[in-house]
């Protein structure tokens, strides 16, 4: 089909090339080389050799699929108009009024449904088009974010302008390690600068932990401390600043609209270059000295066992007066999804871009239907801490718990560390079996130190209702998403009391989380 077409425009010359590029809107792709065994040259009038028709174009061109789509619609639409005025009104049926009036409501129908279909049609061809713009300019595999169908809702939606962010594009270093690549998200606070700060400051190699900011908002101020740090780090900004169309009594959740449309867009950016993991920062976070070694030291894991779906540098009981601050290499499995300085890996954005969430995707992460019983790795004493009081959360938790979070000062090699302990099978052996084992006593015996045995002790809850209880009086974290209490595996939380380690655990015949206990 394309054969005939070109030659048929090489004979009628009704269009020049350059028309012809014009008209789909970019240089038409580069003409192969023909065989010498084959006599496929084009002549003129005068009897010479035509070179521009002499020489064909791939077989099947990018450009010429996007207008043989166009072509198509438009033959569509056509169609439909002529049938609609052929049958309907050039008819010289006398109608009775029922006959005339059901007639007239086809009528409104049948418009109806024509022009939803030429508006699915421009929706359709401009997806296309947008794909071939980008499979031009990118050579490695994207992974798209698709929230919905292609339907109504998403035709309310602009489509984004994409920008050419000059992200790395060295994705292993030349000894066969991964590129870890850090994904800063800011927004409008120039605070974002003492993160950036803590972030070079620590950070062993540029090459090895690009820094990448992603910037939503558009703020100038913001931006301009960012680009203050010259190629110490890449900007990238999220280009979509259109304002979210949200019911009335979610007004004030707007804010979670735009950060979830913002991880969107700057993880997909990120993960298009080539890398396979990312880690995550928040703008209002500072970072241990080992914070680097830590990831260098647990990536691995997550391509080990796929029962592990992150490594979060964060711990949501991590005050001071509940961690053991002499074992800064301890580390847990945890249910509950972390966050605030975590790594994924290419795999897990693949998986979760095709159905990112319009907000709140910290709280979608957490659910079943996204966690499939997955867990991640999380510490005893933090590698980050939050100072970010101001924020779309409006300081939820901060007085009370965030701000009391401990940030380690010790730098622990965790590349020099067995981390096999941490597999599943391993974990559910050593750790899960073991607190079993451990005596159970109260709160208050625990609080006035009347426990004659040495060593880890349990304390055990039955009830959504004493869990909570038990927490508050310990001054733990007592909330519960999707069902899974903060820090929990298989429903233990581990932590540090009067100097002693203590699990506070469901007893042995635990049936899993009950989603109602949120």
């Given at each position: 089909m394309l054969d005939k077409l070109f030659r048929h425009s090489c004979s009628t010359r009704g269009l020049n090339q350059y028309e012809n590029n014009r008209y789909i809107g970019l240089p038409y792709p580069p003409i192969k080389q023909q065989s010498e065994t084959r006599d496929d040259r084009q002549f003129n009038a005068n009897g010479t050799v035509d070179k521009e028709c002499s020489e064909r174009p791939p077989t099947k061109p990018p450009r010429m699929r996007s207008r043989k789509v166009l072509l198509i619609v438009g033959f569509l639409i056509t169609w439909t108009y002529a049938t609609y005025y052929l049958l309907l009104r050039n008819t010289g049926v006398n109608l009775s009024r029922a006959q005339a009036h059901q007639m007239y409501r086809l009528n409104v129908e049948a418009r109806d449904a024509n022009k939803k279909s030429h508006d699915m049609a421009k929706n359709l061809f401009q997806l296309v088009k947008t794909k071939y713009d980008q499979a031009q300019k990118v050579s490695t595999p994207q992974i798209s974010i698709v929230a919905a169908e292609i339907s109504g809702e998403m035709l309310d939606q602009p489509v984004a302008k994409q920008t050419t962010a000059l992200i790395p594009t060295r994705t292993y270093m030349g000894n066969g390690e991964p590129v870890l690549p850090v994904l800063v998200f800011a927004c409008n606070r120039v605070s974002v600068k003492k993160c950036i700060d803590n972030l070079i400051q620590y950070r062993p190699s540029m090459e090895k932990f690009p820094i990448i900011v992603s910037q939503d908002c558009g703020d100038e101020n913001t931006k301009g401390v960012i680009q203050s740090f010259g190629n110490q780090v890449t900007l990238i900004e999220q280009p979509d600043q259109s304002d979210i169309k949200v019911l009335p009594k979610e007004k004030k959740f707007k804010g979670y609209y735009k950060i979830a449309r913002h991880y969107g867009w700057a993880l997909n950016t990120?993960?298009?270059?080539?890398?396979?993991?990312?880690?995550?920062?928040?703008?209002?976070?500072?970072?241990?000295?080992?914070?680097?070694?830590?990831?260098?030291?647990?990536?691995?894991?997550?391509?080990?066992?796929?029962?592990?779906?992150?490594?979060?540098?964060?711990?949501?009981?991590?005050?001071?007066?509940?961690?053991?601050?002499?074992?800064?290499?301890?580390?847990?499995?945890?249910?509950?999804?972390?966050?605030?300085?975590?790594?994924?890996?290419?795999?897990?954005?693949?998986?979760?871009?095709?159905?990112?969430?319009?907000?709140?995707?910290?709280?979608?992460?957490?659910?079943?239907?996204?966690?499939?019983?997955?867990?991640?790795?999380?510490?005893?004493?933090?590698?980050?801490?939050?100072?970010?009081?101001?924020?779309?959360?409006?300081?939820?938790?901060?007085?009370?718990?965030?701000?009391?979070?401990?940030?380690?000062?010790?730098?622990?090699?965790?590349?020099?560390?067995?981390?096999?302990?941490?597999?599943?099978?391993?974990?559910?052996?050593?750790?899960?079996?073991?607190?079993?084992?451990?005596?159970?006593?109260?709160?208050?015996?625990?609080?006035?130190?009347?426990?004659?045995?040495e060593g880890p002790v349990r304390i055990q809850y039955t009830t959504r209702e004493q869990y909570k209880r038990i927490t508050k009086m310990l001054g733990l974290m007592d909330d519960f998403k999707s069902g899974v209490p903060r820090t929990a595996y298989h429903g233990i939380v581990s932590f540090f009391y009067n100097k002693r380690r203590v699990h506070l655990a469901p007893n042995a015949n635990w049936k899993g989380y009950d989603l109602s206990w949120s």
């Open positions: 990120t993960f298009k270059v080539g890398f396979d993991f990312a880690i995550i920062v928040e703008d209002d976070l500072n970072v241990a000295p080992d914070f680097f070694e830590y990831f260098l030291g647990t990536h691995k894991l997550l391509k080990q066992d796929p029962s592990l779906w992150c490594v979060s540098a964060w711990n949501d009981n991590g005050k001071a007066a509940v961690v053991d601050a002499s074992k800064p290499e301890l580390l847990y499995r945890t249910d509950f999804f972390p966050g605030l300085g975590w790594m994924l890996t290419k795999e897990l954005w693949s998986e979760l871009s095709v159905k990112w969430p319009k907000s709140f995707w910290d709280d979608w992460i957490r659910h079943p239907a996204q966690r499939k019983h997955r867990v991640c790795i999380r510490p005893e004493i933090s590698r980050t801490r939050t100072f970010g009081k101001i924020g779309v959360s409006n300081g939820l938790f901060f007085d009370k718990y965030l701000k009391h979070i401990k940030l380690s000062e010790d730098f622990v090699q965790f590349t020099k560390l067995n981390m096999s302990h941490l597999l599943k099978d391993n974990y559910d052996k050593t750790f899960v079996q073991s607190v079993y084992t451990y005596p159970i006593v109260t709160y208050d015996e625990l609080r006035r130190n009347l426990i004659a045995a």
